[in-house]
Nanobody, 120 residues
Framework: QVQLVESGGGLVQPGGSLRLSCAAS????????MAWYRQAPGKERELVAR???????TYADSVKGRFTISRDDAKNTVYLQMNSLKPEDTAVYYC??????????????WGQGTQVTVSS
């Protein structure tokens, strides 16, 4: 069974940094797009950043210049480096990946979520 496991969330002061990681495991043939979403209390889940297998990246306007998404295909892992964090970045962050398994089935998978809290 394909799984995504996130790590790296926590409490940080405004202006600080965090690095999130998300590792995919299981019967994986290939991974196309990998992305980070977030959901703040009372708000809808929103796309934060996406990276394709070509390494093309997309960012939400609210995080451009502060967040960087990257991937290590040898480790089936995607990262989100978050700098200059603001209180409005507080949310549960979810990893998402479009994965083809060894039986050639492509499906989107989600991680369990990791809490990021930016507060003094």
């Amino acid at each position: 069974q394909v799984q995504l496991v996130e790590s790296g969330g926590g409490l940080v002061q405004p202006g600080g940094s965090l690095r999130l990681s998300c590792a995919a495991s299981g019967p994986i043939s290939s991974i196309n797009a990998m992305a980070w979403y977030r959901q703040a209390p009372g708000k809808e889940r929103e796309l934060v950043a996406r990276i394709l297998s070509s390494s093309t990246t997309t960012y939400a306007d609210s995080v451009k210049g502060r967040f960087t998404i990257s991937r290590d295909d040898a480790k089936n892992t995607v990262y989100l480096q978050m700098n200059s964090l603001k209180p409005e970045d507080t949310a549960v962050y979810y990893c998402n990946a479009l994965i083809q398994d060894i039986w050639r089935r492509s499906s989107p998978y989600w991680g369990q979520g990791t809490q990021v809290t930016v507060s003094s």
